[in-house]
């Protein structure tokens, strides 16, 4: 399954801005979303292949939206990979309880688009 | 403390009272007996009677020195008895057993009511009532074998409740490092067997333990202090920090003495500020996300229309992007460390796996500033057990380091090598290099030499977190430097397997690493293997 479809939920406009134009340059579809509720909604209501997670945002955190979409009974969203980044290292146990349920966690600062293209590729390749 | 040197105790006037007395009766009658000698001879008692002679002079020496001694012992006998008395009631260590009041021979010549008196003021000087539970912690005071009148206070338990009002900490332990003494202010763990243990958090591979172990086989005495030392990890309850001065007497009963001075309130504002240094740190790294983001995006997208030179302005900007981007990362990490927040996540990984996340920034920043950067790490080495972005943050440092020391068109050369149980990264410039006076600082804090704090920009905490990152890995750093000839780093880490093993032989928990000594390992307990 080829990663395709890509959500991010990040609320620094440039940040955002920075990696949907790279990420559609290099072909991928892309939805942004702001703020931490329209990021949950969005991620619930049409089944990405990959969402890229901040963490500080307003409205909802995001430990709070992968919480809602992936701490209950059922997995909510089985076919989509989570990709975390942030730039707010958190403390172990947060961070733990979300690289539980995320297939990674990256610092912003020390990821380009094209590092993360490439990380994107990556994820694809073992499945 | 221990006593180190000869000092004046009550019990010992009384052998000296006793032997001065003995030469003055000795002498005394030696006088007599010359003068009685001279008068017998004046009379010509020599010549014309000689046994009467001997005879008298005989007598004389005899009963003279008998009569004398048995004036004097009957005399000085109750100055005897007082000072036993008063031995007793001064806590002073002594092997005589205090002088009973109610002997039959002190109820007969009437001196019991003076042992009496003398008690009764003893205890009541001493303590107000109630507190008296004496347990000297070291059995140096023989205690009052169990007579009517003789009280049960001493001076050491005085002293040990005055030691329970202070906030300072009081911890001594013999040569078994049990702890035979410790205050109500001292930071002690009494575990379920009852067994008490120190609870102190020391920092990297500067554990008392250490140094102790070093002063056992190099010290007779020494004394060491260690600042900001906390009890408890962050976030526990009633986190304390702690001043420790530590002071070593080989052989003495009391080996180890602890002083611990409770800074709590004045390195808090420490805490509020390293805080702040993290918090600061952390909103830097918004902006530099764009900066180097859009670095990333522009060269890409102007790659066929910029000249050659512009493309130079461009790696310089994305150098000095990347560089930042480090500085922020050791700046955190340290602040972390400060606070006992460093957590690494040991993994099976190869220090060519750590270096490939770095080399084309090193590469990048190698050819910007016109070094000659060669890498040769063999693809054979073992595995080692590191966490890769520690790592590679500390290899960064290096070369970084290495570049800024080392003039234009130098070389610097990265290598590694197995050495038994551990792997060695080593990081050569031939640059300017350092003197050995400069070497021993270099690790610490803040620490910048006269010279490159003059020529060479930078913060003095690049090494020193370097190093906290390489012996939380259980590894060490260190260095060789000649001046004007260029410095050679050397970072050894263990390898995966000998830290598997030390792991299996803990059970598979992480005490065994923890126990190890090193403090590795310790604050985070997913060993990631």
């Known amino acids: ?127 | 403390m221990a006593v180190t040197e000869p000092q004046k105790f009550a019990k010992d006037f009384w052998p000296y009272f006793n032997k001065v007395v003995t030469t003055v009766i000795v002498f005394s009658q030696l006088i007599i007996l010359v003068t009685t000698a001279a008068i017998l001879f004046m009379f010509n008692f020599l010549s014309t009677n000689l046994l009467a002679f001997i005879c008298i002079l005989a007598a004389q020496l005899v009963l003279g020195i008998v009569s004398s001694i048995f004036l004097y012992k009957l005399a000085a006998q109750p100055l005897k008895d007082l000072l036993a008395a008063i031995i007793h009631i001064s806590g002073e260590p002594t092997a005589t057993t205090p002088p009973n009041p109610n002997d039959e021979r002190f109820d007969k010549s009437g001196f019991k009511d003076v042992l009496q008196t003398i008690y009764e003021l003893a205890s009541k000087d001493n303590t107000p009532a109630g507190v008296i539970s004496s347990t000297p912690a070291n059995g140096a005071v023989v205690a009052p074998t169990a007579q009517v009148a003789i009280p049960t206070t001493s001076p050491t338990a005085m002293i040990e409740a005055a030691l329970n009002e202070t906030s300072c900490g009081f911890v001594v332990m013999n040569h078994d490092r049990k702890i035979t003494f410790s205050n109500k202010a001292a930071p002690i763990n009494i575990d379920a067997q009852g067994v008490t243990s120190l609870s102190l958090m020391f920092n990297g591979q500067e554990t008392l333990d250490a140094w102790l172990e070093d002063c056992d086989k190099n010290a007779v005495h020494a004394e060491r202090t260690w600042s900001r030392i906390p009890n408890k990890l962050p976030e526990e309850e009633d986190r304390r920090f702690f001043d420790v001065i530590a002071s070593y007497d080989k052989g003495a009963e009391s080996e180890i003495v602890l002083t611990l001075i409770d800074r709590t309130s004045l390195y808090a504002v420490g805490e509020q500020e390293l805080d702040f240094i993290a918090f600061a740190a952390h909103e830097l790294r918004g902006p530099i996300t764009v900066i180097r983001g859009y670095l990333d995006v522009l060269e890409d997208e102007l790659k066929d229309v910029l000249k050659d030179d512009q493309h130079e302005l461009f790696r310089r900007l994305t150098v000095s992007a990347n560089r930042l981007s480090g500085y922020i990362n050791n700046i955190l990490n340290t602040s972390r460390y400060d606070r006992r927040h460093l957590n690494l996540r040991l993994g099976e990984t190869t220090v060519t796996e750590v270096y490939d996340t770095i080399r084309d920034d090193m590469d990048l920043r190698a050819s910007a500033q016109n070094r000659l950067l060669t890498v040769n790490i063999p693809a054979d080495l073992p595995k080692i057990a590191g966490d890769p972005a520690s790592l590679s943050e500390v290899f960064g440092n290096l070369i970084d380091n290495a570049i800024k020391y080392s003039n234009e068109g130098g070389s610097i050369n990265v290598g590694a090598s197995t050495k038994g149980d551990l792997v060695e990264l080593t990081i050569e410039d031939h640059g300017i290099g350092m003197p050995a006076s400069v070497i021993g600082n270099l690790f610490q804090k803040f620490y910048r030499s006269h010279r490159s704090r003059e020529t060479v920009a930078g913060t003095g905490i690049g090494l020193y977190i370097s190093k906290a990152i390489v012996e939380s890995h259980g590894g060490t750093i260190s260095v060789r430097s000649e001046e004007g000839r260029g410095s050679t780093f050397i970072v050894s880490l263990p390898t995966f397997q000998s830290v598997a093993d030390k792991l299996k032989a803990g059970d598979n928990s992480n005490k065994g690493l923890i126990d190890q000594g090193s403090g590795w390992i310790k604050n985070h307990s997913m060993y990631r293997g």
């Open chain 1, 1 to 127: 399954m080829a990663i395709k479809t890509i959500l991010i939920i990040e609320d620094d406009r440039f940040i955002g801005e920075m990696y949907v134009r790279s990420l559609k340059k290099a072909g991928y579809e892309i939805d942004w979303m702001v703020d931490g509720n329209d990021g949950l909604i969005a991620a619930r209501n049409k089944p990405y292949d990959l969402i890229l997670l901040d963490v500080m945002l307003p409205e909802r955190r995001g430990t709070e939206i992968l919480e809602a979409l992936r701490g209950g009974a059922e997995d909510l969203i089985p076919n989509t990979k989570v990709l975390i980044l942030t730039n707010f290292e958190q403390d172990d146990e947060s961070r733990l309880a979300m690289e539980k349920n995320a297939d990674g966690y990256l610092i912003k600062a020390e990821i380009t688009p094209s590092k993360l293209i490439s990380v994107i590729t990556q994820l694809d390749k073992p499945a």
